[in-house]
């Protein structure tokens, strides 16, 4: 019977020292065909992270593998796409030269090195600009070469370091919808980020870091519900909202009851499941309720409360 595939990327009980000070300790967590999204403060390990799953360190302890093997090993490297966050681009190369160079590195020939290169290119919106010079492009365009280098050999695991850094709203937004079609292409990615509301719309899943240690990961709601004392919020537009203020702040779930503007109200709530069947049956017979919306909880906010 043969077992299940092993995940794209897998860290296991994985710790990095640096002399004295440790900056990765016991991480644990996997990649599949998804996207998890990395989310850390400057200097809490993500770099590391990112550097130990390309195979440019090796763990002082634990594992870290790509598809079952070591992630330093050629087999698994080949595997693997990495776009860090330095950016080291030839100024004088167009970019289809560039990622054609890059390619002849995974022993494509020449030629098809440039027909891979130019199909890459024109996938990721450079149709018009790849033989004009790298250093011609804005930051957007250099930001699509870098990504097609790390997608243009095909690898099952693309690792993307702070990739949204000094693009413009239009360019994070091409990229992010860029990042999301690669699980449907077989591809699993592991994208650090500190633009947290940008990198929630992209992500399946997000592993939070802190002081070198992985403090919580899930989806969103995954992690909400790590949080069972936190207050869930929804707020109601309504035409008597001191009436309902009232009526509501004497109910055991209702932590606070705050005014907002002269219609609404939002309601802090520690007992959610308890606290909605209740409010649709109050509402019911509430005549000038004319909206309900519970207030989303954003991967900033809960990054927040698991740092305290």
Same mark, same amino acid.
């Given at each position: ?14 710790t ?13 967590f996997?990649?599949?065909?998804e ?14 992270l990112?550097?130990l ?5 090796r ?13 330093? *090993? !050629? @087999? =698994? +490297? &080949? /595997?693997?796409?990495?776009?860090? %966050?330095v950016?080291? #681009? ?19 020939? *020449? !030629? @098809? =090195? +440039? &027909? /891979?290169?130019?199909?890459?290119? %024109?996938e990721?919106? #450079?149709?018009?600009a ?19 280098? =790390?997608? &243009? ?19 994070r ?7 999301r079609?690669?699980p ?41 519900a ?14 008597e ?23 609404a ?44």
């Amino acid at each position: 019977m043969t077992g299940a595939a092993p995940p794209l990327l897998e860290f296991e009980k994985t710790t990095k020292w640096y002399g004295s000070i440790a900056a990765l300790l016991e991480v644990t967590f996997r990649v599949g065909t998804e996207v998890v999204g990395l989310v850390g403060r400057n200097g809490v390990g993500k770099s590391t992270l990112m550097k130990l799953a390309a195979g440019l360190l090796r763990p002082s302890q634990g594992k870290v593998q790509i598809e079952g093997r070591p992630a330093h *090993a !050629r @087999a =698994a +490297r &080949a /595997r693997m796409g990495f776009c860090p %966050d330095v950016e080291t #681009l030839y100024e004088e190369l167009s970019g289809a030269a560039f990622v054609a160079w890059m390619l002849r590195y995974h022993g494509l020939d *020449a !030629r @098809a =090195a +440039r &027909a /891979r290169a130019q199909e890459v290119l %024109d996938e990721l919106g #450079l149709g018009d600009a790849m033989h004009r010079c790298i250093g011609e492009y804005s930051k957007g365009m250099r930001q699509r070469v870098r990504l097609a280098q =790390a997608l &243009a050999h095909r690898p099952s695991l693309v690792l993307l370091d702070e990739p949204m850094t000094g693009l413009d709203p239009v360019a994070r937004a091409e990229l992010s919808a860029t990042i999301r079609t690669l699980p449907g292409r077989g591809v699993g990615v592991l994208v650090s980020s500190h633009v947290l509301h940008e990198l929630e719309a992209v992500v399946d899943r997000t592993v939070l870091v802190h002081q070198g240690r992985i403090v919580a990961q899930g989806s969103v709601a995954e992690l909400r519900a790590q949080l069972p004392d936190r207050p869930s919020h929804v707020r109601l537009v309504v035409g008597e909202p001191r009436r309902l203020a009232a009526e509501l702040a004497t109910w055991a779930e209702v932590v606070e009851v705050r005014f907002v503007g002269t219609d609404a109200i939002e309601v802090a709530t520690s007992g959610t499941a308890q606290f909605l069947p209740a409010l649709t049956r109050l509402l019911a017979r509430w005549p000038d309720v004319r909206e309900v919306v519970p207030m989303r909880d954003d991967l900033a906010t809960l990054f927040g409360e698991f740092l305290g």
